[in-house]
């Protein structure tokens, strides 16, 4: 079957948000359906990775048109601000500059429901000439940026194609979502366009368990889960660090500032000196102001190794040489939805997972369904000091290794064939 996948982040674009579809129309083909991807021909990613082009086939069609981007006149006013709030680092709202406000209302506000909302209208009269042209029977269309979505509900609305959309991460419910400082009026606009998408696209998709009983409540459109997950990457065999390497790998956003475990990881490196001379706490990726203040506030600075963005191979290659993988997740009722695709990459490296994270999340019950590592929430002290000094000695016994079960399912190909059933029988 022929499929139109329209997706925002393709190859270059770094970071998470490329790597689920990306990995979905590799494995594609195996399972008899031929993907067709519609991407921004000059988009302005945060991030870039040159690596993961190597992962798109060679067969396959990919379509590009213009996309208008407002970041780039915001680029004129603050260059650093602007490209800050577009990785998604938010200051703390007492720590936010006049432009950062300035910046974050006018995103808010005015770019409803973001700031790519300005390719909805032309990709859709581009796209409706080529579905037609294409016998195109199926239409995919995966935010954020949730107004891809708004490029599917014309289409479906113009056409009879089948119409899944895709939520890598939910809509108004998003952690970030309360700190654009909308306002009543633009919090109303959001909520019914999301009402519209989840009523009108034919099936669902969501990559949480949390996410979606929230959309139940909205829609009685059928929803599945399907996770992110991990891929078998070409990696040579990779030695353990001899530190007691303690690694994050991804965006440190200012919400991911577990107090506590900087507390815990000090207090450690004061009462044994054998923890403070192997201990170090490597951060890869972008790191808000906010969390390496906590961090050097704590005493950490001299065991603290920042790598600031590295490539896909690269991160694959630090979290296999890392003694233990840090997952953090911002401490709110918001967020126990989120279950990063990291988290997939971190249980297959075999290395210890250390999350921190709000009560209830739904990576609690996935690292304790796999044994991957150990999950607190962000008052735990006792539990989480036990935890680390248990690793530390396993470590100096020369046997931490977390011991992962039933992964498998979470593979980037088995994740395709479920997506692929679901597809062929969205066309029934």
Known sequence: MKILLITYYWPPAGGPG??????????????????????????????????????????ITI?????????????????????????????????????????????????????RKFWIKPSTKFLL?????????????????????????GLKEKTDVNWLADFRDPWTTIGYHHQLKLSKNSIRKHKKLEETVLNSADQLTVTSYTTKEEFKKITSKPISVITNGYDRE???????????????????????NPNKLWQVLYDLTQENDEFA????????????????????????????????????????EIQRSSQVLLLIEIDSKKTK?????KLFEYMVSKRPILAVGPSEADISKLIKETNSGSFFEYDQYD?????????????????????????????????TKEMSLLLKNLKK
């Open 18 to 59: 490329v790597q689920r579809w990306l990995k979905f129309v590799k494995y594609f083909k195996e399972f008899d359906v031929e993907p067709i991807v519609y991407v921004p021909e000059n988009p302005t990613y945060p991030l870039a990775d040159e690596s993961l082009i190597s992962d798109i086939p060679k067969d």
């Open 63 to 115: 379509i590009k048109q213009p996309i208008f981007e407002p970041y780039r006149f915001a680029e004129f006013f603050s260059k650093k601000e602007s490209e800050t709030i577009s990785k998604g680092i938010i200051p703390q709202k007492e720590k936010q500059s006049f432009m950062q406000r300035l910046l974050l209302y006018i995103r808010g506000n005015f770019f409803i429901p973001d700031a």
């Open 129 to 153: 000439r080529y579905i037609l042209q294409n016998d195109i029977e199926t239409v995919i269309t995966t935010g954020p940026p949730h107004s891809i979505h708004l490029i599917g509900k």
């Open 234 to 256: 070409n990696i040579g065999a990779v030695k353990l660090d001899t530190k007691f390497t303690i690694s994050h790998i991804g965006s440190l956003l200012s919400g991911r």
């Open 277 to 316: 001379k192997a201990f170090r706490l490597q951060l890869v990726g972008a790191v808000s102001e906010d969390v390496l203040f906590s961090i050097n506030e704590a005493g950490l600075s001299v065991f603290l190794d920042i790598k600031g963005y590295v490539s896909h191979k690269e991160a694959i």
């Open 337 to 341: 939805c989120i279950i990063p695709g």
């Open 383 to 415: 539990e989480m000091k036990t935890i680390v000094l248990a690793y530390f000695k396993k470590f100096q016994e020369g046997k931490l290794v977390a011991k992962t079960k039933g992964i498998e399912k979470y593979s980037r190909r088995e994740l």
